[in-house]
């Protein structure tokens, strides 16, 4: 059972949902990048997801867009980012770290070196965004043969049919983007978002993350009763981007335990 299965299980014993927390790599210096994955599991996190920078983010709204602009002018690229889950990991071996980028780097990396690499850093699950499902059956048998669980995302038009498929092929759990347009994006429409995901229910036993329009603590206790684990990207490194060096981990430190405190009062 991999790291990401058995905060799962242990969290569904507690009759608890998984806060997930985005955060890109490098941002806003790559020094801060291990302290704020701390800090986000101290103040309540149960995973991390991790940004790999890239320079053409196509489902990141413009928050996340400066943030990869940010850590790239400091030139973190893939193996960096790799370093910095090294880095974690001495200190913390038990929370789930997810990957979450595009296809370019890992590609440059080759995909049988990335899947070594993110194994051996203690990486947990990989969501490339731009890889269709139909087309990835080689990456994902790289990484479920390394123990590494392959997340795709699931969108208020994703086809039956196709849902079927990218179930097939996912572990770990998968991401339902509870809005249509990027990362960021207002108006989330909750009765949708359910009606959505008791139709994903009937298809996988997998849980079930969303993500990309849970902006305040109030939108993360609503989804709470209706999702496996909260995923808050956007406004996180809206945070981020809001602090000053000095405010910095305090500031995401506050933001994870009211984000916590509102998903645990259902």
């Known amino acids: 059972m991999s790291r990401i299965q ?55 709204g413009p928050v996340i867009q400066r943030a990869s602009e940010r850590a790239l002018a400091h030139h973190v690229g893939l193996s960096d980012v790799l370093q910095m889950v090294r880095t974690f990991r001495e200190k913390d071996t038990m929370t789930p770290v997810i990957l979450m980028g595009y296809a370019n780097p890992v590609e440059a990396m080759g995909i049988e070196n990335f899947a ?21 059956g080689e990456f994902v048998a790289l990484l479920k043969s390394r123990e590494l669980d392959p997340i795709f995302l699931l969108s208020p038009t994703t086809e039956a049919s196709r849902i079927d498929t ?3 092929q996912a572990s770990g759990f998968v991401y339902y983007v509870s809005l249509k347009g990027v990362t960021g994006s207002q108006n989330l ?48 490194v809206q945070e981020i981007e809001n602090s000053s060096e000095q405010e910095l981990l305090g500031n995401l430190a506050a933001l994870t335990s009211e984000l916590r405190a509102a998903i645990d009062s259902n």
């Open 116 to 136: 070594d690499q993110a194994k051996t850093a203690g990486v947990d699950g990989v969501l490339t965004v731009d890889y269709p499902p139909e087309e990835c």
């Open 6 to 60: 058995s905060t799962f299980a242990a969290l569904a014993q507690q009759k608890k949902k998984a806060l997930i927390p985005y955060i890109t790599a490098g941002d806003p210096h790559p020094k801060h990048t291990v302290n704020l994955m701390h800090a986000l599991v101290d103040s309540g996190a149960n995973m991390i997801e991790l940004g790999i920078p890239f320079s053409d983010p196509m489902a990141d």
């Open 189 to 236: 429409d909750i009765a949708q978002v359910t009606e959505r995901l008791l139709g994903i229910r009937g298809k996988t036993s997998l849980p079930i993350g969303v993500g990309f329009g849970v902006r305040d603590a109030e939108t993360a206790r609503q989804v709470a009763e209706i999702a496996d684990a909260i995923v808050v990207g956007s406004r996180m």
């Open 166 to 168: 990218i179930v097939q």
